[in-house]
């Protein structure tokens, strides 16, 4: 009988999990609820959601609301936040109490006492106790601020809890008047990342750039996709994040051209070219990363002239992120790059301000290049102020991500059909600048054909 040799396991890193903080969140609700005092004595109302069903009695993995979260770092289902302001603010946490069954089926839960000292709150109650004491926490107050809108189920009971304040009026008590958007505040608050916030970012964006490594080293003619994917996935988990960021995507050859393609069974041919947009989701906080390389480990010729262009564009991009810069030139500097080098690459025809004006780039580049990221890949925040692009200040978390995506087409040459080419990174402004949160991730063409070399 041939005995087959045992395989040594894999060295298994090291993770550092840093222990819990609540100093952050509560800073936060101190903030919100100064914003708050300052127009009035208002109570605002942050639901967490619960329980998604996937199919029959099965659910979803749970997934906390990113607004709920940053103000309180917990992470349980079916919970409420409701921060009450004027001379005497007061945090308050709804949750679900302490049961042993359940807890035999279902994990550890806090309860609202553990709750209340875990996580700086002034008070914590069953959840069951929201709707007796909510209106009493709503009386006499100016105002509810609130995510009007999101969600049907939450406005009708906000509704109701408003009908039951103001049918205490003829005992004296008033009910509020207004209902402002709890969002507002706290869009401008979740655009300027604090330093828990940058070190969990930084912390996804190093599993992420090992990840797309890995996935670099392991593709090669013949594997699939969704193969592609596991890797990425296995080293997302191995790096402690507790999933991907977003639905990753994986395309090979044409499916590279398909915006939001999703990892499917294609096979990874020589010749073609792989593109993977995935990044994990770290404590809540996305990172988002993009690299483009070939199947075979060698780019082509023209491979390499349309990823060095979009490579030009990304760095005329990076150049335009720095405070005082507004939001959109990152935008307009890697078009102006991209733009020129369709017209060097016989892509499109004539003057670089006639492309520009046309916006005839756009048959080959026709999405924005980035978006806020942070406790959502696609995060908070508005982009123009006033009418006017927002100026970038130090905080700041976006990608810079351009592409190049051709189509075949009889007015194409044949060697660029399917070319389908995307670089993103994610950028922190900083004071004197910008700083790459995710550069540890191949993408100079040499440093990507020596890696899958390896």
Known sequence: MRLEPVLA???????????????????????LLAQMSASGRGVAVIPSGGEVVRNRDAHFPFRFDSYFYYLTGFTEPDAVLVL????????????????????????????????????AMDEAHDLAALDELLPKLMADRDAVWFSLGHDAAWDARLIGWLNAVRGLVRTGITAPGAVRDVRVPLDEMRL????????????????????????????????????VEAELLHEFRMGGAQSPAYGSIVATGANACVLHYRADSAVCQ??????????????????????????????????????????????????ATAPARHWNEPHDAAVKVLAQGFIDLGLLQGSLDGVLESKAYSRFYMHRTGHWLGLDVHDA????????????????????????????????????????????????????????????APKAVADIEALMRR
């Open 381 to 440: 925040g508005d982009y123009k102020v006033d009418g006017e692009w927002r100026p970038l200040v130090p905080g700041m978390v976006l990608t810079i991500e351009p592409g190049c995506y051709i189509r075949p087409a009889d007015d194409i040459d044949a060697r660029f059909h399917n070319i389908g080419i995307r670089i993103e990174d994610d950028a922190l402004v900083t004071a004197d600048g910008h700083e790459n949160l995710t550069l540890a």
């Open 270 to 319: 020589d010749g073609h070219l792989l593109l993977i947009d995935a990044g994990c989701e770290v404590d809540g906080y996305a990172s988002d990363i993009t690299r483009t390389f070939p199947v075979s480990g060698r780019f082509s010729g023209p491979q390499r002239d349309c990823y060095e262009l979009v490579l030009a564009a990304q760095a005329a991009a990076f150049a």
């Open 84 to 119: 009450v302001a004027g001379p005497q603010p007061r945090s308050v946490l709804f949750c679900l109490p302490k049961d042993e069954t359940r807890e035999i089926w279902d994990g550890y839960r806090y309860g609202p006492e553990v709750a209340r000292q875990t996580f």
């Open 9 to 31: 396991p894999a060295e298994v890193p090291a993770v550092d999990l840093a222990p819990f903080d609540a100093a952050p969140y509560a800073a936060r609700r101190a903030a």
């Open 192 to 227: 300027i990342k604090d330093a828990s916030e940058l070190a969990t970012m930084r912390r996804a964006a190093a599993i992420s750039c090992r990840a797309h490594a890995r996935a670099m080293r392991f593709t090669r003619p013949g594997v699939r996709e969704f193969q």
